[in-house]
């Protein structure tokens, strides 16, 4: 019997070490972020954007929304930020893009309200491959976004959502670049650690009319590991200590824009942008209240869409996928 326990000591291990297992999780994880934020591209909205916003907010629970350094928030709370893409292949042309964002939020346990504005500056290149007579599609985009979400327990543990969002993008002229999104579900425990959302609703613009859905799948293990897996957005938070952290991400990039009426694509249109994007984040928190993240971006191929003033599709342009990064500052108050 004692050979047989001294046998059984040394015998070799096949497992991976507890190391090993790190890498190959986080590996795992990534590979889900890509693959989710690949998945977007054929079920995403292309007009009004802005649901992901809600799916966080809806898996993080009542009372519990989460800013996009992983950090729990209760309160106002304002952020700023820029990304830049380089350029992508848009039919042999170029399409780059830097955006300029600024929001503010405040939650309470119940009811979350934000407002923010986006703009977006493209920088096109080899322009006589576009059907626009040596001329870019558009320069400046610009796009306000405001939203409302109410959540809180429904029966038992089961918890539910709703949330109203409303949206203005135009290039030059404001009028008629509105659209809508509707959404509602609810949030079921499975155990303590993990949760599921279920949800949806319907998109509303000048061009479209067309559902949205909403699936998550939330664990949190502490303080120190959060993932949300779904659609319309992935996030993976691992926080190394009370200053710094690292997220993973996937997610979608879309708006609808009202064109000016000399606009050399669609006069008095519409442009439809829609763009899956993966990104690797490093959050760090100096001080109480005050974070910051850097973040290396990858955008998925999207496309490009231009309608006419009473709603018509002119054309669809495929747009290839070109690296980015951004930065982000945000104060909670």
């Known amino acids: 019997m004692t050979g047989l326990q001294k046998s059984g000591r040394q015998s070799p291990r096949y497992w991976p070490s507890p190391a090993v297992r790190s890498w190959l999780f986080g ?6 972020v890509l693959v989710l934020a690949a998945m977007g591209e054929a079920g995403a909205a292309q007009g009004p954007g802005g649901e992901e ?23 106002l709370s304002l952020e700023a930020g820029g990304t830049a893409v380089a350029p992508a292949d848009v039919s042999g042309a170029g399409m780059a893009v830097w955006r300029d964002e600024f929001k503010a939020t405040y939650d309470t346990e119940h009811v979350g309200v ?22 870019a599609p558009f320069g400046d985009l610009h796009r306000f976004d405001a939203g409302v ?4 327990g429904l029966w038992g543990n089961v918890g539910g959502f ?12 404001p009028g008629g670049g509105f659209d809508g999104t509707a959404l509602a579900g609810i949030v079921v425990p499975l155990g303590s650690r993990w949760a599921m959302t279920l949800g949806g609703g319907v998109s509303v613009s000048k061009v479209e009319t067309q559902p949205v859905a909403i699936a998550g799948l939330r664990y949190e293990s502490g303080s120190r590991f959060t993932a949300d897996l779904g659609f319309p957005r992935t996030e993976v938070v691992w926080r190394g200590g009370e200053w710094w952290g690292l997220r993973l991400t996937g997610g979608i990039e879309a708006g609808q824009y009202r064109l000016a009426d ?4 669609a006069p008095d249109g519409y442009v439809s942008m829609l763009s899956p994007q993966a990104g690797l ?6 001080m109480e209240g005050l974070s910051a993240s850097f973040g290396a971006l990858y955008a998925l191929p ?7 003033e009473s709603g018509s599709r002119i054309k669809r342009f495929d747009v290839g996928g070109a690296p980015g990064g951004g930065l982000r500052l945000r104060y909670e108050f």
Not at 27 to 32: I, R
Not at 149 to 152: D, I, S, Y
Request: no cysteine; proline share 5%.
């Open 114 to 135: 934000d407002l923010g504005y986006t703009g977006s500056h493209y920088d096109f290149s080899k322009t006589g491959r576009l059907p626009f007579g040596g001329r």
């Open 281 to 286: 984040w490093f959050d760090l928190r100096p």
């Open 27 to 32: 590996l795992g994880l990534l590979a889900t």
């Open 149 to 152: 979400t109410a959540k809180g």
């Open 302 to 308: 999207g496309t490009m869409t231009f309608y006419r």
């Open 53 to 75: 916003e809600e799916a966080l907010a809806a898996m993080a629970g009542p009372g519990r929304k989460q800013g996009r350094d992983g950090a729990t928030a209760s309160g």
């Open 262 to 265: 000399d606009n050399p694509a």
């Open 162 to 173: 709703v949330g109203l969002r409303g949206g203005l993008g135009y290039e030059r002229d």
